[in-house]
Antibody, heavy 125, light 109 residues
Framework: QVQLQESGPGLVKPSGTLSLTCAVSGGSISSSNWWSWVRQPPGKGLEWIGEIYHSGSTNYNPSLKSRVTISVDKSKNQFSLKLSSVTAADTAVYYC??????????????????WGKGTTVTVSS | SSELTQDPAVSVALGQTVRITCQGDSLRSYYASWYQQKPGQAPVLVIYGKNNRPSGIPDRFSGSSSGNTASLTITGAQAEDEADYYCNSRDSSGNHLGVFGGGTKLTVL
């Protein structure tokens, strides 16, 4: 049973860099999955931030792409998120998740079947 | 703005059937996945693929798709189904990036 656990500072200063890590247990980060970050500002909906494959291939939300870096550390079985130049608008609960992306002859399918519990990050001086 | 559109709020009487919809061009080539989120908790996958339920999800939850619209149906809604529901897919730009609908708040009366 794969489990994910986010960790990192709960408070980041404006203009600083938010750094979070997601530890993968009960499975390998080298499996055929996309490892994702999702965030949720207070009282708002879910926002897809980006994802990484164990090969290091990444995809990012265009609205955040200039500030986001997602990396993988296979030796530690974890992946990480860095978000630079943060403002109060980046205050949110940040989740990591395991994604499945595949297709048949007619359709693609994509879903995130395992989620971390989430970690709250507040941007404030 | 989201490329997947959901109604902000839906209500259903206890024991009745409710359908929550999600519209977007990408749904013509992607199955939507659906997530239930209760206050203070992480999202939980309830439907994926054509109409698949992860282990532990009650069979009153089902999914369907037609054209650019995906639907989550709860047949015989229970009080514990009151939650926010989000659809998720990849975008329609051709870049295959992740995108969520804005979410639907389900109230069970």
């Amino acid at each position: 049973q794969v489990q994910l656990q986010e960790s990192g500072p709960g408070l980041v200063k404006p203009s600083g860099t938010l750094s979070l890590t997601c530890a993968v247990s009960g499975g390998s980060i080298s499996s055929s999955n996309w490892w994702s970050w999702v965030r949720q500002p207070p009282g708002k909906g879910l926002e897809w931030i980006g994802e990484i494959y164990h090969s290091g291939s990444t995809n990012y939300n265009p609205s955040l792409k200039s500030r986001v870096t997602i990396s993988v550390d296979k030796s530690k079985n974890q992946f990480s998120l860095k978000l630079s130049s943060v403002t109060a608008a980046d205050t949110a609960v940040y989740y990591c998740a395991r994604g499945e992306l595949d297709h048949n002859a007619y359709y693609y399918y994509y879903y995130m079947d395992v989620w971390g519990k989430g970690t709250t990050v507040t941007v404030s001086s | 703005s989201s490329e997947l559109t959901q109604d902000p709020a839906v209500s259903v009487a206890l024991g009745q059937t409710v359908r929550i919809t999600c519209q977007g061009d990408s749904l013509r080539s992607y199955y939507a996945s659906w997530y239930q989120q209760k206050p203070g908790q992480a999202p939980v996958l309830v439907i994926y693929g054509k109409n698949n339920r992860p282990s532990g999800i009650p069979d009153r939850f089902s999914g369907s798709s037609s054209g650019n619209t995906a639907s989550l149906t709860i047949t015989g809604a229970q009080a514990e189904d009151e939650a926010d529901y989000y659809c998720n897919s990849r975008d329609s730009s051709g870049n295959h990036l992740g995108v969520f609908g804005g979410g639907t708040k389900l109230t069970v009366l």
